[in-house]
C-alpha cells in the first residue's frame, strides 16, 4: 500500500500523539476540549497544552465537545448549551487556524424518533454554519447510531456542502448490529474523516487496531477502498502501539 501519512492522524486523547506526529509527519486531532469544563475551568493550562500539539505538525483537526450535548435535545435549554458549546469550539478553531472539527451526531436510541433527529438535527446545524467561514467544515460522528441510514439522511437535510460524515468504526462496532463494512458502503457518498481504534463488541476500548474484533488489517484495505480520499485519525489510547501497527501494515 502506498504510503499514506499525509491522510492519517493521531488523537492526543494519547500523550504521546505530538511527538510521534512530528517524527513521523502525521496529523493531530486536537481532543483537550472534548470536555467542555476545559473552557471554564484553567483554560489556560489546555489551551497552552492544545497549543504545544500544534507545533507537532502542519495540519489539524479538532474535536468539539459533546458529554451531555445533543443538537435535537426536545429541551431547548440542551439545545442553548449545545449551540453555546459548539460555537465555543469553532471560535477555538479560528483561534488555531484549524478548518474541521468533529462533532458527535447526539443520538439516543429509544429518546429520539428517527424523523425528529433528523430534522431537527439538521436544521440545528444549518443554523450553526450559517455564519461560518466557507473553508470552514464540520464532520459529524456517530456514536450510539444504531445504523448508517439515519446519519445519511440527517447530513444530506442539512444541504451544506460544509457538512459531512466521521465514521467511528468503533462506535458502530459497539453500538450496531450492522457490520463495519456495511457502514461504510452506506456513508460512502458523504464520508470525509473515519475515527479507527478497535475493541471487541463490548465495549469502547480505543484499542490499537488488530487487538480487537473489527478484522484489521483486513478492515484496512475496505476503508481505504470506499474512502479513498477520507482522511484518518487513530483515536487510541496507545499512539505508540498504533505507530507500530501502521508501519507493520504498510501505512508508514
Known amino acids: 500500500m ?3 501519512s499525509n491522510r492519517l492522524y493521531l488523537a492526543t486523547i494519547s500523550e504521546s500523539a505530538g511527538a510521534l506526529a512530528q517524527r513521523h509527519q502525521l496529523g493531530l486531532e486536537l481532543d483537550d ?11 489556560p493550562r ?11 505538525s502542519d495540519r489539524f483537526i479538532l474535536h468539539a465537545p459533546f458529554a451531555e450535548l445533543s443538537p435535537c ?3 431547548p435549554k440542551v439545545r442553548e448549551v449545545t449551540r453555546l458549546r459548539l460555537h465555543q469550539a469553532a471560535r477555538l478553531c479560528d483561534r488555531y487556524g484549524v478548518r474541521r472539527m468533529v462533532v458527535h451526531s447526539g443520538f439516543i436510541p429509544r429518546v429520539y424518533f428517527p424523523e425528529w433527529f ?3 438535527s439538521a436544521g440545528f446545524f444549518r443554523d450553526f454554519l450559517a ?3 466557507a473553508d470552514f467544515s464540520i464532520m459529524i460522528e456517530n456514536v450510539l447510531d444504531p445504523d448508517p441510514g439515519v446519519l445519511m439522511e440527517m447530513v444530506g437535510e442539512i444541504g451544506d456542502p460544509r457538512a459531512s460524515v466521521c465514521l467511528d468504526v468503533g462506535h458502530a462496532h459497539v453500538a450496531s448490529e450492522v457490520p463495519v463494512e456495511a457502514w461504510l458502503d452506506a456513508l460512502a457518498p458523504r464520508l470525509t474523516h473515519l475515527h479507527v481504534h478497535d475493541n471487541d463488541g463490548s465495549r469502547d476500548a480505543h484499542a490499537v487496531p488488530g487487538e480487537g474484533t473489527i478484522g484489521f488489517p483486513a478492515m484496512f484495505d475496505r476503508i481505504f ?17 498504533c505507530v507500530r501497527r501502521l508501519i507493520a501494515d504498510g501505512l508508514l
Open 118 to 120: 433528523i430534522g431537527q
Open 73 to 75: 435535545a426536545i429541551d
Open 225 to 241: 477502498s470506499a474512502a479513498p480520499e477520507a482522511t484518518v485519525t487513530f483515536e487510541c489510547l496507545d499512539a505508540e502501539g
Open 46 to 56: 489546555w489551551d497552552a497544552r492544545t497549543r504545544d500539539f500544534l507545533l507537532r
Open 131 to 133: 455564519d461560518r467561514p
Open 2 to 4: 502506498d504510503r499514506l
Open 33 to 43: 476540549f472534548c470536555t467542555a469544563m476545559n473552557f471554564d475551568t484553567d483554560f
